[in-house]
T-cell receptor, first 115, second 111 residues
Framework: DAGVIQSPRHEVTEMGQEVTLRCKPI?????LFWYRQTMMRGLELLIY????????DSGMPEDRFSAKMPNASFSTLKIQPSEPRDSAVYFC?????????????FGPGTRLTVL | GQQLNQSPQSMFIQEGEDVSMNCTSS?????WLWYKQDPGEGPVLLIA?????ELTSNGRLTAQFGITRKDSFLNISASIPSDVGIYFC???????????FGKGTSLLVTP
């Protein structure tokens, strides 16, 4: 089975530009998570969707960040306008349905550089 | 999220040696997960633990869920060069969903 798919793998943009990161979760998984990884702060949860509905967006740093999940197989994370401090690796992860198992499976990440 | 203390921060060992790393929390968790991250890739799940005291193996890897539910350790036996990477512990509190990550243990293995 294909794992979590993210695109693009690398993104270089200039400050002020809009950035859209994409994620396709593992088929059948009903929970989706967006994380950000930096050297200073490690891995941080940005937002969590369950059955396509945002449940917890308290980790989204600012209003410049927004995320959507229009259907069970696709999610986007958008930054508008982007700033240099947004440079990081952004990961998408998905989880199997059901309350017993909490295993999250990560995509390969998108390395974002904002100049 | 809760603070996780993961140690050691880095390890530099010779091939064939055993490795041990651990993670402690100030809060109780009901799930502990161990991940490995290679450069330029996402974290890959190694072992999941769901019960206090549980000891689980995956090949040369063994992990345990501490009795107090506030700690976990990961052992790697007979290390090989491909074990190189960053190992992360992650915990989930009761009724929670968010992974609280440790800062990672960077492992270097020399042939």
């Amino acid at each position: 089975d294909a794992g979590v798919i993210q695109s693009p793998r690398h993104e270089v943009t200039e400050m002020g530009q809009e950035v859209t990161l994409r994620c396709k979760p593992i088929s059948g998984h009903n929970s989706l998570f967006w994380y950000r990884q930096t050297m200073m702060r490690g891995l941080e949860l940005l937002i969590y969707f369950n059955n396509n509905v945002p449940i917890d967006d308290s980790g989204m740093p600012e209003d410049r960040f927004s995320a959507k999940m229009p259907n069970a197989s696709f999610s986007t994370l958008k930054i508008q306008p982007s700033e240099p401090r947004d440079s990081a690796v952004y990961f998408c992860a998905s989880r199997i349905p059901g309350g017993t198992y909490n295993e999250q499976f990560f995509g390969p990440g998108t390395r974002l550089t904002v100049l | 999220g809760q603070q996780l203390n993961q140690s050691p921060q880095s390890m530099f060992i010779q091939e064939g040696e055993d490795v041990s790393m651990n993670c402690t929390s100030s809060s109780i968790f009901n799930t502990w997960l161990w991940y490995k991250q290679d450069p330029g890739e996402g974290p890959v799940l190694l072992i999941a633990l769901y019960k206090a005291g549980e000891l689980t193996s995956n090949g040369r890897l063994t992990a345990q869920f501490g009795i107090t539910r506030k700690d976990s350790f990961l052992n790697i036996s007979a290390s090989i060069p491909s074990d190189v990477g960053i190992y992360f512990c992650a915990g989930i509190s009761n009724s929670g969903y968010a992974l609280n990550f440790g800062k990672g243990t960077s492992l270097l293995v020399t042939p």
